[in-house]
T-cell receptor, first 114, second 116 residues
Framework: DQQVKQNSPSLSVQEGRISILNCDYT??????FLWYKKYPAEGPTFLIS?????DKNEDGRFTVFLNKSAKHLSLHIVPSQPGDSAVYFC?????????????FGTGTRLQVTL | GAVVSQHPSRVICKSGTSVKIECRSL??????MFWYRQFPKQSLMLMAT?????????EQGVEKDKFLINHASLTLSTLTVTSAHPEDSSFYIC????????????FGSGTRLTVV
């Protein structure tokens, strides 16, 4: 049972444009969400997070939006850069405690073209 | 920022042998570490939660006798794949979270295990 889903396995965006990566979840107990960037044969790198008490969190070029009623979140990258090309995973947990485990989505491969 | 070191990055072993993977938090203490497994082009699947000074908590379907986890100190957790078989070949990743940190889990660089 895939509780966190990323329905787009891949996305291609032109440099300078906005990249929008989507993520849906089914478990209403999730209240903390994170986005990670991952290169092949490397561990994921934390990008940005959001708790369920917010609907938006922004950090530089990265903005995460959360729609709790729709159980949907998205990551916006603007402007997109070639170095952003990687696989992006969204993840969810029940609470941001040290022992809270993460449930990962299936990933979206972003390709930023020149 | 928080750094998690994972070693080795790549290992090839023969079927039937055991392999140990180390995960260290370099500049913070981690009472809890997590071990994940990733198959090619798939998501990261949590295998177990490693608790310092106590037994690990395994996810459903993960054989605790095959994947031995030891968390002997606040900065070190090890995963030992015992009697490895080719189907154990995968990418294994550990993670930890610094208490009071920005709620971002820090991941190791992963270990590519190939069993021949």
């Amino acid at each position: 049972d895939q509780q966190v889903k990323q329905n787009s396995p891949s996305l291609s965006v032109q440099e300078g444009r906005i990249s929008i990566l989507n993520c849906d979840y089914t478990n209403s107990m999730f209240d903390y969400f994170l986005w990670y960037k991952k290169y092949p044969a490397e561990g994921p790198t934390f990008l940005i997070s959001i708790s369920s008490i917010k609907d938006k969190n922004e950090d530089g070029r990265f903005t995460v939006f959360l729609n709790k009623s729709a159980k949907h979140l998205s990551l916006h990258i603007v402007p997109s850069q070639p170095g952003d090309s990687a696989v992006y995973f969204c993840a969810a947990s029940r609470r941001p405690g040290t022992a809270s485990k993460l449930t990962f989505g299936t990933g979206t491969r972003l390709q930023v073209t020149l | 920022g928080a750094v998690v070191s994972q070693h080795p990055s790549r290992v090839i072993c023969k079927s039937g042998t055991s392999v140990k993977i180390e995960c260290r938090s370099l500049d913070f203490q981690a009472t809890t570490m997590f071990w994940y497994r990733q198959f090619p082009k798939q998501s990261l699947m949590l295998m177990a939660t490693s608790n310092e000074g106590s037994k690990a908590t395994y996810e459903q379907g993960v054989e605790k006798d095959k994947f031995l986890i030891n968390h002997a100190s606040l900065t070190l957790s090890t995963l030992t794949v015992t009697s490895a078989h080719p189907e154990d070949s995968s990418f294994y990743i550990c993670s930890a979270r610094e208490f009071g940190g920005n709620y971002g889990y820090t991941f190791g660089s992963g270990t590519r295990l190939t069993v021949v």
